[in-house]
Structure formats: structure tokens, C-alpha cells
């Protein structure tokens, strides 16, 4: 797409600036209450990490070697002071038992839907379907393909589904 305004636009990105920027323009997307900052986003996940491990029932101090980090370093990432990589959320994910999804849910609700309700909806069907036996979910499959209006879209999920 050659006109950036219309990109803009049709993302719904507004010009912001970030103090983890260097207060340097940039776009974003606006979340329900506005644009969450890095920073604030940042604090979210932390959060996130440190309840999800405490619901566990596991303290840092024995968490942090399944980590494969020490105490204060692993420590970082529960206050926010270092950021984790792709490949470290994945590894928190199958060490505490939650999805991507969860953890990106909490910083950014608003890539789930355009209200707070439709993306509380949309993450309520994602919980459902995860628990899913693996049979029940072809059967879904199948049906939302047959609810799903055009060709495209039901060769897609056909794709993803292996039907």
C-alpha cells in the first residue's frame, strides 16, 4: 500500500511518543483507555509473571534455577527492570503453564477486539477451546467452517486444521 495515510488509518494507529523512545514520534494503536506507554506495558507483565508464579506456589528463589537465572537476574523480569525475549516468554510459558496469549492479553486487550467486551468475549472462547478435547475441536473446526462465509476463510482454517 502506497499511501501511508490510508495504512494509518485503516489501523486505527494514532502518532504518539514514548519516554522508552526517546520521546521520538511513533504509531500506535489506542487500547481502551488509551496508549499504554513501553513502560506500562512493561509494569503489566511483570505483574502478570510474578502472580503467575506465586499462584504456582513457587517462590523465586526455587523458580529462578528452572529458569536457568539467578535470583536477582530472574528477579528483573518480575519488576520490570529487564525485558524478556520471544524465546524466554515461551520457556515461562511451559514452565508456569500459561499461553502466550494470556500474558499478551493483559498488556494489550485492545488487539482482541474493539471494546473491552468483545476482546473479554474473544478471550473467554479462546480459554474454552484450549480445553478442548482434540476430537471436539475438529467437530468445532468443521462447524465454523460451515458458519464462516467465504471460500478463503474456510480453506484457511481447513489449512490450519489439517481437514
Known amino acids: 500500500m502506497s499511501d501511508l495515510s490510508s495504512y494509518k488509518n485503516a489501523r486505527g ?18 487500547g481502551f483507555d488509551g496508549v499504554r506507554t513501553f513502560g506500562e506495558m512493561d509494569d503489566i507483565i511483570a505483574a502478570f509473571l510474578k502472580q503467575s508464579r506465586e499462584d504456582q506456589g513457587i517462590s523465586r528463589a526455587e523458580f529462578a534455577p528452572l529458569v536457568g537465572l539467578s535470583i ?14 520471544v524465546t524466554r516468554m515461551i520457556h ?12 499478551l492479553f493483559e498488556a494489550a486487550p485492545h488487539l482482541w477486539g474493539r471494546t473491552q467486551e468483545e476482546a473479554e468475549d474473544r478471550r473467554t472462547l479462546t480459554k474454552l477451546i484450549e480445553r478442548l478435547p482434540h476430537d471436539t475441536m475438529r467437530d468445532l473446526i468443521r462447524l465454523l467452517q460451515r458458519m464462516t462465509p467465504g ?3 474456510a480453506d484457511a482454517v481447513a489449512s490450519i486444521a489439517g481437514a
Request: net charge negative; aromatic share 10%.
Open 13 to 30: 494507529l494514532v502518532e504518539t511518543t514514548d519516554p522508552e523512545n526517546d520521546d521520538k514520534p511513533l504509531f500506535r494503536r489506542p
Open 72 to 85: 536477582p537476574v530472574y528477579g528483573r523480569y518480575e519488576r520490570a527492570f529487564s525485558r524478556m525475549t
Open 92 to 103: 515461562l510459558c511451559e514452565l508456569l503453564g500459561f499461553m502466550p496469549i494470556d500474558i
Open 151 to 153: 471460500e478463503k476463510t
